[in-house]
């Protein structure tokens, strides 16, 4: 028990792993300001799948990053299994690169 202490809120990864405290997932999410056809959308994100009798989410798991990111028809995409903030930033600005490899017009939208 005399490990145990407060933590303080300005302390680093390396702190929390110190006394025993790690960040196993981090979940997030993202407003991509638009609303998405995924069946359209599945054909357009490689690495993704869409099976719409199972989960209302497109499952976008890019391969050269770290976590996976759910996206539902609202555009509300959710990140989860982020190891760090890091991890993080990279796989959203790697979204929102793809999906701004193309003009609005251009993406599978269901409006």
């Known amino acids: 028990m005399s490990k145990i202490r407060k933590i303080d809120e300005g302390a680093s990864e390396e702190d929390l792993e110190d006394i025993g405290l790690s960040v196993e997932n981090i979940v997030a999410t993202l407003d991509l300001g638009q609303e998405f056809d995924l069946m359209n959308l599945v054909e357009f994100l490689d690495e993704s799948e869409y099976e719409p009798?199972?989960?209302?989410?497109?499952?976008?798991?890019p391969s050269a990053f770290k976590g996976t990111v759910l996206i539902p028809t609202n555009g509300m995409a959710s990140f989860v299994g982020c190891k760090s903030k890091h991890d993080l930033i990279t796989?959203?600005?790697?979204?929102?690169?793809?999906?701004?490899d193309v003009s609005p017009k251009e993406l599978p939208s269901s409006s």
């Open 91 to 100: 796989l959203s600005n790697h979204l929102i690169s793809r999906l701004s």
């Open 53 to 61: 009798e199972t989960t209302p989410f497109l499952i976008y798991r």
